[in-house]
């Protein structure tokens, strides 16, 4: 029989993911801060849980999917928390964004509980979460890896373990510093193309078939065309990445030249009040600097 899971956090990411469980044949019961959340999860076939302890109390697997380490912190310690209403031997799996050393330090409470932890962030955003063809980065135990790889399946497509705890959330980190830059070059691209006047989808078609192809500028396109910064991935969220990034890289002695500078202009989005917007709303930024 499949194991019972528990999925705390049911937002732009958790909803589909845990209904892509549901799919795959698996029970899940679900907790999270907004009602109309858990009234989405039940229609889906799930069950919702009233609190966080009722949700973990029976599970074999829990899977966690909140904002960033503050939250991972609140719904893990603590008495209403996951290590003491969980049962000794379940697997909490942290798919959330977080700190390295967050999963590290959880990975050693949880280890005095008898609960085993593995860090396991994603990529490929709400579009591979609904698909269920995310990239899944996990750190952790190599015999917990491999227990959770058939949950891991059914949200995603290409699934590696990185090494012991902490470093599914090291490469999450590159993973954000790559996708700003990225991003950052194809909104500067843009700014560019618009203003000399050439005909920006044409221009976006042959750049994605050359070497500036990428899949943020494929994803991100129509975005860019339409200004449409509906999230997605909100720049509150990536801002909190870039600080990830930027703390690790500097701890390690490893220069971000680039990566700082991207960082001052998702803060400067932020400190604008777009902070609830999709991060390819860094091309307003770009605007901004031009004058546009
Ligand atoms: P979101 O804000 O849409 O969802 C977060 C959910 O966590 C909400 O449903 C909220 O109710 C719940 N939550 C927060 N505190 C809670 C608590 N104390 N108890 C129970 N539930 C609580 O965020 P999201 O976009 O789904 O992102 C979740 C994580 O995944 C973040 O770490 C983010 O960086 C990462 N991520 C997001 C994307 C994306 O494209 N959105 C892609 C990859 C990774």
Redesign the pocket.
């Given at each position: 029989t499949l194991p019972k899971i528990a999925w705390?956090?049911?937002?732009?990411?958790?909803s589909p993911m845990s209904e892509n469980l549901i799919k795959a044949g698996y029970q899940v019961t679900g907790?999270?801060?907004?009602q109309e959340?858990l009234d989405r999860l039940a229609a889906a076939g799930g069950t919702a849980a009233g609190s966080?302890a009722e949700a973990v109390r029976d599970a074999d697997v829990i899977v966690t999917?909140?904002?960033?380490s503050p939250?991972v912190e609140?719904?893990s310690y603590g008495p209403d928390g996951i290590l003491e209403n969980a049962r000794k031997g379940a697997l909490l799996i942290d798919m959330?964004?977080i700190t390295p050393q967050t999963s590290v330090d959880l990975a050693t409470a949880a280890r005095d509980k008898g609960i085993r932890v593995l860090d396991a962030?994603?990529?490929g955003?709400?579009a591979g979460a609904v698909e269920a063809v995310l990239s899944i980065m996990v750190g952790g135990e190599q015999a917990d890896f491999e227990q959770a790889r058939p949950v891991f399946e059914a949200l995603g497509k290409t699934i590696v373990r990185c090494g012991p705890h902490g470093s599914g959330q090291t490469v999450k980190a590159a993973n954000q510093l790559i996708v700003a830059v990225n991003i950052q070059a194809c909104a500067e691209a843009v700014v560019f193309l618009e203003k000399s006047g050439v005909d920006l989808e044409a221009a976006l078609d042959v750049l994605n078939g050359g070497l500036a192809g990428s899949t943020v500028l494929t994803r991100k396109k129509d975005n860019f065309l339409g200004r449409d910064f509906k999230p997605?991935?909100r720049i509150d969220?990536h801002h909190k990445?870039m600080g990830i990034v930027t703390d690790a890289a500097r701890n390690v002695g490893a220069a971000l030249p680039v990566g700082a500078v991207v960082a001052q202009l998702v803060a400067s989005l932020r400190a604008q009040g777009d902070g609830g917007l999709d991060h390819s709303a860094l091309l307003r930024a770009v605007e901004r600097l031009s004058g546009a």
């Open positions: 705390i956090g049911l937002g732009i990411m958790g907790f999270t801060l907004e959340k966080l999917m909140v904002p960033a939250q609140a719904i959330s964004s962030p994603v990529s955003g709400e997605g991935f969220l990445d």
